[in-house]
């Protein structure tokens, strides 16, 4: 059977079996800007196309429901518009590492072309069609502020320093970045997207092993994948506040860090595999990734080039979470902090707070890692910050500083000191994004697991990751300093936590709720 469709523009048909239109789109007709972050959840919109000009996920639309129809990517939109929403999320910051952006600017361009705009009614409006997709790095507020920036009609204000946007931006993130439109655009170097035609693919096959195909669907069909879902039970902290009497106690729950661009490499036989990073740190979690090592040995074995690819469900079994804690600590700094046993995380506590007696507890779960943004330290301030009873400034090793207050309705403010800003857009968008993802950690995101150590919240919506609709507004002061730039997101996640865990009352369980 052959089906025969639309795709920008131009007629092309493509044997049916059994694939997915987002598989058909990436790895059959070579176009990249649609983006597999879940696949095949359905529920990060990083697939999003336009069907007969109607937004829709790829990853979930069977290539044969396409037949006759007409597909609009983002590179098939017209390019003064590619051009115009690209401009404005570079001008806001609403693009960080670009992976989620392109189905976001695709589903944006669908809710203009009905004509919607801004103020109130176009907010709502918003924040509906943005429900559909999720954004890690920028905190959603620059996303609606590009929104805006369109509906205005404003100039794209993008004569500044790309170089040093980048820089910044590289200091945050944790590894080289690219800022500029290309990469709202989706053209921020992604290891999947570079694969050449043909290669070899590859995917966990729940075993411990990897199983090879020669497409994605066959490698699926191989190890029987079923998709993954979100359980009903009730998240609890796997350990228990030590014994003693406290000033403040804190249990806090397996956190995914819920990464876009699930981990990807490819190889060919006698090379060096890409590099899963790409664009983005991933808050740290790559850092251990499998996939380069993996996609080197299959490809030297096979004679052929291999993506090593790992499905959303892959990425929340196998790859590393935030350090579960259970702590009580005095008014004067000491105490006791139970920790889920791993490498480096002892030291981390201790070098941010000596009167801290660290107890490392093996608990069945997912792998942990110290890579992860601040782990250890975070808490760690958190907790002295509760202690003594107020936020204050929080510091971090790099210099970097951070204040965070939490207003009557919710909105947060955050002041940092950086030294030099380098670019006060890029620098923003990380403040943004880390008072986020603060946010999110102390009242929302959990993960059951069960007392075997498996993972039942498998699904991107079950991590607790806020909404669009769900975020209030951050206001972002930096301070003008002049020395060297320094990161300033891990002491902005941490002073935003310490606020908001203070507006709450300073509960002894986290989420909050």
């Not at 007696?357 to 330290?377: C, F, K, M, N, Q």
């Not at 009873?389 to 790099?398: L, N, Q």
């Not at 959990?446 to 669009?468: I, K, M, P, Q």
Request: glycine share 12%; aromatic share 4%; hydrophobic share 40%.
């Amino acid at each position: 059977m052959i089906i025969q469709f639309s795709v920008d523009g131009r007629q092309v048909e493509v044997p049916d079996d059994g694939a997915s239109l987002l598989e058909v789109l990436r790895d059959r007709l070579g176009l990249r800007s649609a983006k597999d972050g879940c696949s095949p959840q359905g529920q990060c919109g990083c697939c999003t196309v336009l069907v007969d000009g109607a937004p829709r996920v790829s990853c979930v639309t069977p290539a044969r429901r396409v037949s006759g129809r007409e597909v609009t990517t983002l590179d098939g939109l017209p390019e003064d518009e590619r051009d115009t929403w690209a401009a404005a999320f570079t001008a806001t910051g609403a693009s960080q590492c670009g992976f989620c952006t392109p189905g976001i600017i695709v589903r944006l361009s669908g809710l203009r072309a009905k004509g919607a705009g801004s103020g109130p009614a176009g907010r709502s409006q918003l924040d509906r069609a943005l429900a559909a997709h999720l954004c890690r790095c920028t905190g959603w507020q620059t996303i609606i502020e590009a929104w805006d920036h369109v509906a205005a009609g404003t100039g794209d204000a993008n004569d500044r320093d790309l170089v040093a946007a980048a820089r910044r931006a590289a200091i945050e993130g944790g590894g080289p970045q690219d800022v500029g439109p290309q990469v709202a655009g989706g053209r921020g170097g992604f290891a999947d997207d570079s694969a050449p035609d043909g290669a070899l693919v590859a995917i966990p096959d729940g075993a411990g092993g990897w199983a090879v195909a020669e497409t994605l669907t066959e490698a699926r069909q191989v190890v029987g994948k079923v998709q993954g879902r979100r359980t009903t039970a009730e998240a609890e902290p796997p350990l228990d506040v030590p014994p003693g009497e406290w000033a403040v106690t804190l249990r806090t729950h397996w956190v995914e860090p819920a990464y876009l661009e699930t981990d990807a490499s490819w190889c060919a036989p006698g090379g060096e595999p890409v590099t899963p990073l790409a664009n983005g740190g991933a808050f740290g979690a790559k850092l251990s990734s499998p996939v380069s090592e993996v996609a080197r040995r299959l490809a030297d074995e096979h004679g052929r080039p291999v993506r090593a690819l790992m499905s959303r469900e892959d990425t929340v079994r196998l790859g590393p979470k935030r350090p579960p804690i259970a702590a009580g600590v005095r008014s004067d700094g000491t105490g006791v902090v139970r920790v889920v046993r791993t490498p480096g995380i002892a030291e981390a506590i201790t070098a941010a707070a000596p009167g801290l007696e660290v107890e490392e507890v093996d608990v069945a779960g997912p792998p942990t890692s110290i890579d992860l943004r601040a782990a250890g330290w975070a808490e760690t301030q958190v907790l002295l910050a509760g202690a003594r009873g107020e936020v204050g400034r929080i510091t971090a090793s790099t210099g970097g500083w951070a204040e965070a207050a939490v207003a009557e309705d919710g909105a947060i403010s955050v002041r940092v000191g950086s030294g030099e800003p380098l670019d006060e857009v890029v620098l923003r968008s990380y403040v943004i994004g880390a008072t986020h993802m603060a946010l999110g950690w102390v009242t929302s995101e959990a993960l059951v697991v069960d007392e075997a150590g498996e993972v039942h919240d498998l699904t991107l919506r079950s991590f607790g990751v806020l909404r669009s609709a769900d975020t209030p507004a951050i206001h972002v002061e930096i301070a003008a300093e002049t020395g060297p730039p320094v990161n300033v997101s891990d002491a902005s996640f941490a002073a935003v936590a310490a606020a908001v865990w203070f507006a709450r009352g300073r509960p002894g369980t986290w989420p909050t709720g």
